[in-house]
């Protein structure tokens, strides 16, 4: 990569907003920062206000396809389950590619530079291994370079329906298991193998105490563990699913996690919306992190994670879209707060700083990118602008509390991933229309 400047009218550096920033990359790093109160004659000029690239650190990209289809009428996440397994159905490894290129090209024109994909759509219908049984994952690498964002693809090991223990025997759920936890974690290092790139990251992750039997849940720390990759799981999520497991297990999730040695500084547990005081204790005693969703929470109508308790502990507290009912960080990150304010009636009680610092470095790091999610040297040269004088911000001033409480993912107008640009003016430089490529792939899935 050839040497770049980008000269930034404002940036969010240090936890503070500069006026006149400079950034100098090479190889798709910054390696120099320096106050300039004009751009230099071959710098890029972004304006507004510059920040580090948002991570998404929870998606099901095959989800994107049930937007609005799930808000008719009443029901439950049960029932939104149903219309999710439909879906899931459907897809092939080219449709499935052509799906997750146009979703995570949204993502991209929202100022996402790094998705988590919790991927567990391994098989063909049925069970059936495809002749090469890591396509599926492959055909999310390929859409992942396609739309010019970093992957973390978190391989799901899925092998029961229920807590109860019932085999994965009919629909299509078939097509998420692998058997046992042992071949899993053989098919998963061939793809390890296969999957060698800068811009991916293999991990791990258990989808739920409902999918993975305790005796299972070794094997798959175990692999993580050898490979130093992130490993999440879906927790707590609703009341049913604890009520469950003390049934079953006689302890919560959380315990029943903690238990199984899943717990640990590169776990992160998505949604943990229902925790008991001591749930959170073991987690801040093992430094696990979290993963709120709360646009996909609050349309589950899950309820409300323990956030205050939670970003006082010692893991990370990340943010992630899910099944995508919106895609939009800075929606995900005041939606912590603003949720905290309904519940107490208070307000204030998280700072901006702390949110935008969720969906960018704890989110990159959650992902396993320790590399990004600041603007600093010898950071991956992820750049995101955020237009400070639309009419959702205009006069709020280039500002981090204008960003989180204010500014939306159409505010984002340039993006860049790695030193190279895949958003300019609000386009997306490979997918030149992505609104006509989501509903062209959304329609070949139903």
């Given at each position: 990569m050839?040497?770049?400047?980008?000269?930034?009218?404002?940036?969010?550096?240090?936890?503070?907003?500069?006026?006149?920033?400079?950034?100098?990359?090479?190889?798709?790093?910054?390696?120099?920062?320096?106050?300039s109160t004009r751009p230099a004659d071959t710098a890029e000029v972004l304006r507004g206000l510059v920040i580090p690239?948002?991570?998404?650190?929870?998606?099901?990209?095959?989800?994107?396809?049930?937007?609005?289809?799930?808000?008719?009428?009443?029901?439950?996440?049960?029932?939104?389950?149903?219309?999710?397994?439909?879906?899931?159905?459907?897809?092939t490894p080219d449709s499935y590619r052509a799906l997750a290129t146009a979703v995570y090209a949204e993502m991209a024109l929202a100022g996402i530079t790094a998705v988590g994909e919790f991927h567990y759509l391994h098989h063909d219908t049925g069970g059936r291994?495809?002749?090469?049984?890591?396509?599926?994952?492959?055909?999310l690498i390929a859409a992942a370079a396609d739309a010019g964002v970093?992957?973390?693809?978190?391989?799901?090991?899925?092998?029961r329906s229920g807590i109860n223990g019932a085999p994965l025997c009919e629909g299509p759920q078939q097509r998420f298991g692998d058997g046992t936890a042992a071949q899993w974690a053989q098919r998963v290092d061939q793809l390890v193998s296969d999957a060698r790139s800068e811009q991916v990251i293999v991990g791990a992750a258990i989808h739920s105490v409902r999918a993975v039997p305790p005796a299972e849940m070794a094997a798959v720390v175990d692999w993580a563990d050898a490979h130093e990759a992130p490993l999440h799981v879906h927790s707590s999520e609703q009341t049913a699913e604890v009520d469950e497991c003390l049934a079953v297990h006689g302890r919560t999730p959380t315990a029943l996690l903690r238990d199984n040695g899943v717990l640990g500084p590169r776990t992160t547990a998505v949604h943990a919306t229902h925790l008991s005081d001591q749930d959170i204790a073991d987690m801040d005693a093992t430094a696990t992190g979290t993963c709120f969703c709360p646009t996909t929470e609050r349309d589950l109508g899950d309820g409300i994670g323990p956030a205050t308790a939670l970003l006082a502990g010692r893991g990370l507290?990340?943010?992630?879209?899910?099944?995508?009912?919106?895609?939009?960080?800075?929606?995900?990150?005041?939606?912590?707060?603003?949720?905290?304010?309904?519940?107490?009636?208070?307000?204030?009680?998280?700072?901006?700083?702390?949110?935008?610092?969720?969906?960018?470095?704890?989110?990159?790091?959650?992902?396993?990118?320790?590399?990004?999610?600041?603007?600093?040297v010898g950071a991956r040269a992820d750049l995101v602008a955020v237009d400070i004088g639309s009419i959702r911000t205009a006069g709020g001033g280039a500002t981090v509390e204008n960003l989180v409480f204010a500014a939306s993912a159409a505010d984002v107008t340039d993006v860049i991933v790695d030193g190279h640009r895949v958003v300019a003016d609000r386009q997306h430089t490979a997918v030149p229309d992505v609104g006509k490529a989501l509903a062209s792939a959304i329609e070949g899935c139903r």
């Open positions: 050839t040497h770049k400047t980008f000269w930034c009218e404002h940036a969010w550096c240090d936890g503070d907003v500069s006026n006149g920033v400079q950034i100098t990359v090479d190889e798709g790093r910054i390696i120099g920062i320096e106050q690239g948002l991570a998404n650190a929870h998606s099901h990209a095959f989800h994107r396809a049930l937007r609005a289809r799930t808000q008719r009428d009443r029901g439950s996440f049960w029932t939104w389950r149903k219309l999710m397994y439909e879906a899931a159905g459907q897809l291994p495809y002749a090469d049984p890591n396509e599926m994952g492959k055909a970093r992957l973390t693809l978190l391989d799901t090991c899925y092998l507290f990340s943010l992630g879209s899910d099944s995508h009912a919106v895609i939009d960080m800075l929606e995900e990150a005041r939606a912590v707060e603003l949720d905290e304010r309904l519940a107490r009636r208070e307000r204030g009680i998280i700072s901006a700083t702390t949110l935008l610092d969720a969906a960018t470095s704890a989110g990159q790091r959650a992902l396993g990118w320790t590399d990004a999610g600041a603007l600093t």
